[in-house]
């Protein structure tokens, strides 16, 4: 009987821990949506943004034009600038979603195939750096729903091909890493509707494999330099936006280390 009754003891147990274990899931799933309603009515915050008078031009051309070429030394903040454009269309209405795309860049043996777990594992190590930039805007639980609901998309090259791109501001990050084959793979994939910004740096040549420098090969094919010595696009569908190690806003030290290498003495 005395065992009988430690065996009933232990089915309670068991009965009312698996009680507690959905009792659990429910209010984790109670938090979670609370979350979420509390993230989905969160507003950017993209007031404390003040753009420079070349910022704004790089501003003024996304409005006007369907693609933008930027090519800006280190810390001219091209892609805070794009990026806070990009958030203020999307909250707008204008686009239904933000695609950001980065190719891995292994700049050394952090190499993408030799890090650990799967493929998003690997991809969202080379997209911190991005989504710190994003979170100047909105909290962490902001970006992260937004990356839930796809408004906001961080993805590579390869995930784009076969796509066709409606109604989304795009923004290829980083486009001297990306070979003149693959960037026109990306910007064939413009659909009605679409915004493409294509930022790049000449100068910040540091992929472990030596790519061929696709914002180069097109800058080079659309635009030309005028006569008052300044490069400019020769394509009405084309904006182009340069800014040099003088624009940069870092620091006194991080612009003279631009100028140096840039050779801009």
Not at 66 to 93: N, Q, R
């Amino acid at each position: 009987m005395e065992h009988s009754s430690n065996g009933k003891q232990r089915v309670k147990r068991t009965r009312r821990t698996a009680e507690q274990v959905r009792a659990d899931k429910v209010n984790d799933g109670s938090r979670q949506i609370a979350d979420e309603t509390k993230a989905a009515s969160e507003k950017y915050n993209t007031g404390w943004f003040k753009p420079t008078e070349k910022q704004l031009a790089l501003v003024d051309s996304l409005h006007n034009n369907p693609l933008t070429l930027c090519d800006s030394s280190s810390g001219t903040g091209k892609s805070t600038t794009v990026i806070y454009h990009a958030l203020k269309e999307l909250a707008a209405g204008h686009y239904r979603q933000i695609i950001f795309i980065k190719t891995p860049n292994e700049s050394s043996d952090d190499a993408i195939g030799f890090l650990p777990n799967s493929a998003d594992d690997k991809i969202s190590v080379h997209m911190e750096a991005t989504r710190s930039v994003f979170r100047d805007f909105m909290s962490k639980a902001k970006l992260e729903l937004e990356e839930k609901r796809e408004r906001i998309v961080l993805t590579i090259p390869n995930f784009i091909q076969g796509r066709t791109l409606t109604n989304c501001f795009v923004i290829i990050d980083e486009a001297q890493s990306i070979s003149p084959n693959i960037l026109k793979l990306l910007l064939e994939r413009c659909g009605e509707g679409a915004t493409y910004a294509v930022l790049g740096d000449k100068f910040q040549c540091y992929s472990f494999k030596k790519r061929e420098n696709g914002l180069r090969y097109l800058i080079d094919r659309v635009t030309e330099v005028n006569e008052d010595g300044i490069r400019v696009s020769k394509e009405p569908l084309i904006g182009y936006v340069e800014m040099t190690a003088k624009d940069n806003m870092r620091s006194e030290l991080s612009r003279r280390v631009v100028e140096i290498f840039e050779g801009e003495y």
